[in-house]
């Protein structure tokens, strides 16, 4: 597996983020990023979105914050160098906030966010 300390890696995650338009940075008030080493049961995600997508969100309040989870062993296993990571990081983390802003499976594929 690669190997990348928690600082890069979490700075690659940051990036991913600064790469978002800024209009869409409002729409950030009940959504929190966590960076995990692994997925839960051994799952073979990159990342996961729990929580209401912001058309859910519409219909009626939502208090627990939103919640999307970066699975950084799981990124670094299918890499083979930082570049790679920085791509799949930024492709998972779009991936992830498009579930949030109510984008289905197939939206995503559409977009190359997959």
């Known amino acids: 597996m690669l190997q990348m300390t928690d600082e890069d890696f979490d700075a690659a995650v940051a990036d991913a983020l600064d790469q978002v338009p800024d209009e869409f940075h409002s729409a950030f008030d009940n959504l929190v990023i966590f960076v995990e080493d692994e997925a839960p049961d051994g799952e073979d995600i990159l990342g996961v979105f729990d929580g209401l997508s912001l058309i859910e969100a519409a219909e009626g309040p939502s ?8 699975f950084k062993n799981n990124i670094l296993d299918i890499c083979e160098d930082d570049d790679e990571v920085r791509h799949e990081v930024f492709v998972t983390v779009m991936h992830e906030l498009g579930h949030y802003f109510g984008m289905d499976e197939e939206r995503l594929h559409e977009l190359g966010w997959e």
């Open 63 to 70: 208090f627990e914050p939103n919640r999307i989870t970066i």
